[in-house]
């Protein structure tokens, strides 16, 4: 079974610019969630998606939104960039189902804003 | 979720077991402990869960005290793969504020050498 897929791998954008992250997750996974991991803070929850509803927030402001499709793919948007917003942006999968709640971790975006 | 205490690094020699201690002294009745590491530049890796009884699967095995205030992975034999950024959650199984949140602490560096 293919993993979790997450395009672009890499991204430079300069203050002040938006982007998008796109994140595929497992076949048959209905849960996706996004993380910001940074030296500072470490691995930081943002948000997690369920049947295209967000069911889940973390503490980040407001230029951070997701969505999901009906197919469960997800994306995540970042408006306004700052530089604090050079991380790496992980997105995992999950079955959530009865005895199958673990995550499964893409391999990442790294976004440097200049 | 409940707090967890991790050393911040430890040394394992490559074919013995690493045992990687967790406290969780604070843990709810209906929190279960999972364990994930993440290996350099990588998303974090899945790697077992257990609520109250000894845990073993094809990577690891997980040992919880009786009184479920302290865990330790094992990792029975370990490989210069191995080296990685371990971290041990302790959280519902899903549900809430839990909904497809990890919360990750700063975790144990493990170095495998050779």
């Known amino acids: 079974k293919a993993g979790v897929t997450q395009t672009p791998r890499y991204l430079i954008k300069t203050r002040g610019q938006q982007v998008t992250l796109s994140c595929s997750p497992i076949s048959g996974h209905r849960s996706v969630s996004w993380y910001q991991q940074t030296p500072g803070q470490g691995l930081q929850f943002l948000f997690e998606y369920f049947s295209e509803t967000q069911r889940n927030k973390g503490n980040f402001p407001g230029r951070f939104s997701g969505r999901q499709f009906s197919n469960s793919r997800s994306e995540m948007n970042v408006s306004t960039l700052e530089l604090g917003d050079s991380a790496l942006y992980l997105c995992?999968?999950?079955?959530?189902?009865?005895?199958?709640?673990?995550?499964?971790f893409g391999p990442g975006t790294r976004l440097t804003v200049t | 979720d409940a707090k967890t205490t991790q050393p911040t690094s430890m040394d394992c020699a490559e074919g013995r077991a690493a045992n990687l201690p967790c406290n969780h002294s604070?843990?709810?009745?209906?929190?279960?402990v999972y364990w994930y590491r993440q290996i350099h530049s990588q998303g974090p890796q899945y790697i077992i869960h257990?609520?109250?009884n000894n845990e073993t699967n094809e990577m690891a095995s997980l040992i919880i005290t009786e009184d479920r205030k302290s865990s330790t992975l094992i990792l029975p034999h370990a490989t210069l793969r191995d080296t990685a950024v371990y971290y041990c959650?302790?959280?519902?199984?899903?549900?809430?504020?839990?909904?497809?949140?990890?919360?990750f602490g700063q975790g144990t560096i493990l170095t495998v050498h050779p």
């Open positions: 995992a999968s999950s079955p959530q189902r009865a005895g199958s709640y673990e995550q499964y």
């Open positions: 257990g609520l109250k």
């Open positions: 959650i302790v959280r519902v199984k899903t549900g809430g504020t839990s909904y497809g949140k990890l919360t």
């Open positions: 604070t843990i709810s009745g209906n929190e279960y």
